[in-house]
């Protein structure tokens, strides 16, 4: 029964995503109602997963959908710690959608289905795929907060003459907050990379190309945050280099059924 | 008791006409408390767009208009305009939301009205009246947008500075040209806390006044390039021919971004200049379209909020409504109460036993009278309050009472 609760959340999840594109339409009423959506969508989501980790046997989102499911829910949770403010609405617009539709996908793959076995140690997965994908949910977010800087300021370049008719936060607050994002996710990704060397160190094994993706991802952000805060990087660079950094997460992301869980 | 309201307004009145009757909020008040005086409740609502008698009584009408003549003459009272009850009530709902001003949703109006109220002489009904006008305005600006947007070229230019820098609290501002145009600017960007630091103008004498209003420094034209390094915010409005501000006077900006107000024609900076890394130009082509797209923005607002309002005013035409009912109710509990006390002192009881024949007795008329006062109330909200009040009377006898 409790699997019944994917839908509930996907509908929350949906209604969101409609009403964040109302929004940008119509401001007021259908911002709140996104709120909402992303509210209640994550709290039935929170539901799942304690669902899911009380049946499992193990770790309960180590297959790839599963560690999709709880990515969604990573991302959602980073949102909501100021996402939900008025001004931050149209960052929303970015992942509401997506939330949605990767949702989808981990059902697509079981990854919300109950009593999920595992054969990995408990310890082991809860810190590697706990920290690597904490760190993948705030590069997302990074992601979407570049995004809708690049958006915001080429409406700015091109003087927009509504561009004041929809709330959205300033050019700085997104540069800063972006940077801020990375520069917390960064030692996660760290960490999480470090606690699979040592795991790869005892039981042996061969360095597979998603490893080397993932540190050409962690070299990706060290140099963004080492242009940013050492350089003095601000605005259009660092969000095209957000951007690209994040397409190697998206690499990872995909590559991980081919090799992590052939 | 009939709310009555008697008043002239832009829409109908010149100001040659409004201003004969403007008032301060002190004499406002005072002559609310004067009218109060014969009549019962008054609250004087004047601004420069408007002057408003709000008044309860059976002479109200006659007071406030005498008034109005007395202030301004008879055209002043030929040009007014009467409403009563719901439609008074409506009016001032729409008012205190900004939907009756100049420009939809102005803030400054709610300010005024709560003024007036509070120098007024407000009594039952106007208190109530402008409770509910001050909610329904709040109301109408905090779930619609329609006082958010700029609606002049100064404010456009600070909201979108805002776009760039978020808090203007701190940021540096360089005034180029010392203009009228240039200071309101100026002004709009101080007022959200940001720092006229510098005032380059031709003139040293107008460059040192608008410099030391602001606390600024005012500087020759000469050393722009320098102020502008330094600045988050410049704002131009000079007269010159040719481009003040070029692309290779921004410079040393390290990521940090510039936001350009360009008031002036011709145009003060050179267009280039937009291209620039961080760097984001408005002229007064821009600006001006930035205001009419808001405006546009506050008028589609300005739907939602009429609604808001609406609701509001039918709340408060419910309650004025069951007002009606009142003496009726009173009157119909009073007489039960006379019958049950009348009939309980003819009984020959102890003491003990009248205490509970008239426990029992008392919650009998209660539990009897009940659902004809809620029903009562019920219906005065509705069209046919007066009727149900009229049966009332007649089949209680209540009117031969009187």
Redesign the interface.
Known sequence: MAELLFWPALLAYGEAAVAYFGETR????PGRLATWGVRIGWLVQTALLAAQAARAEGFPWATWAGSLNLFVWLVVTAYLIWGCRARFRLLGLVVAPVAAILFVVARLGGGTDLGAKSHYSSAFLVLHVGLVLAAFAGFTLAAALAAVYLF?ERR??R?D?????V???????LDSLAGKTIAISLPALTLGMLVGLVRLEAEGGGVDALMAVTVATWVAYGSYVALRYAQ??????TAYLALAAFALVIVVRLALPATHFA | MKLWLVGISYRHAPVELRERVALGPKEAGALARLLAREIGECVCLSTCNRTEVYAVGDEAEERAVDTLSVLGGEEVAAKSYRLTDHAAALHLFRVAAGLDSLVPGEGEILGQVRTAFEVGAPGPLLNRLFHDALRAGKKARTQTTIGESPTSVASAGAALAQQVFGELTGRRVVVVGAGKVGELAARSLAARGADVVAVANRSDERGADLAGRYGADAIALEGLADAVASADVVVTCTSAPGFVVRPHDVRDRRGRPLFLIDLAVPRDVDPTVNELDGCYVYDIDDLEAVVESSLAGRRREAERAEAIVAEEAERFRAWQASLDVVPTIASLRARAEAIRSAELSKAKLSDEERRTVDSITSQILNKLLHLPTVRMKEAAAAADGVLYADAVRHLFGLEEER
């Not at chain 1, 119509?26 to 009423?29: A, E, F, N, S």
């Not at chain 1, 003459?161 to 008719?165: D, Q, S, Y």
């Not at chain 1, 709330?167 to 607050?173: E, M, N, R, V, Y």
């Not at chain 1, 003095?232 to 660079?237: A, D, E, K, P, Y």
């Open positions: 119509r401001p007021g009423l915001q700015l370049k003087h003459a509504a561009i004041l008719r709330p959205a936060p300033a050019l700085q607050t003095g990087w601000r605005g259009r660079r």
